[in-house]
Nanobody, 123 residues
Framework: VQLQASGGGLVQSGDSLRLSCTASGFTLDYYVIAWFRQAPGKEREAVSCNNGLEGTKHFLESVRGRSTISRDKGANTVYLQMDNLNPEDTAVYYC?????????????????WGQGTLVTVSS
């Protein structure tokens, strides 16, 4: 059972980026997927979440209206689309999953974690 996060990189302010989280060993259809991020020197924080039944739930007010989670069932992949990026979005982004129905903003509720992908936004 594994999650593989990818899609990070160096972008400029105002750019968009789509991060991917691909699962192996289990089907994401039945799992909650959340994205967390951790900036240098800061704690990991929840960004957005999707339980497959409702729309994207945003934990950070700063990303509301700029981020969307979508699923590709055939590819067993979940995406985090982020638009109008700014330097405050610079962080390592992690996808995480658990088998329940609720979106939680605390890391302890998530069973599986991707390895993280670095997003750097230059001004």
């Amino acid at each position: 059972v594994q999650l593989q996060a990818s899609g990070g990189g160096l972008v400029q302010s105002g750019d968009s980026l789509r991060l991917s989280c691909t699962a192996s060993g289990f089907t994401l259809d039945y799992y909650v997927i959340a994205w967390f991020r951790q900036a240098p020197g800061k704690e990991r924080e929840a960004v957005s979440c999707n339980n497959g039944l409702e729309g994207t739930k945003h934990f950070l007010e700063s990303v509301r209206g700029r981020s969307t989670i979508s699923r590709d069932k055939g590819a067993n992949t979940v995406y985090l689309q982020m638009d109008n990026l700014n330097p405050e979005d610079t962080a390592v982004y992690y996808c995480a999953s658990h088998g329940g129905y609720e979106c939680y903003d605390r890391t302890l509720f998530y069973q599986y974690w991707g390895q993280g992908t670095l997003v750097t936004v230059s001004s």
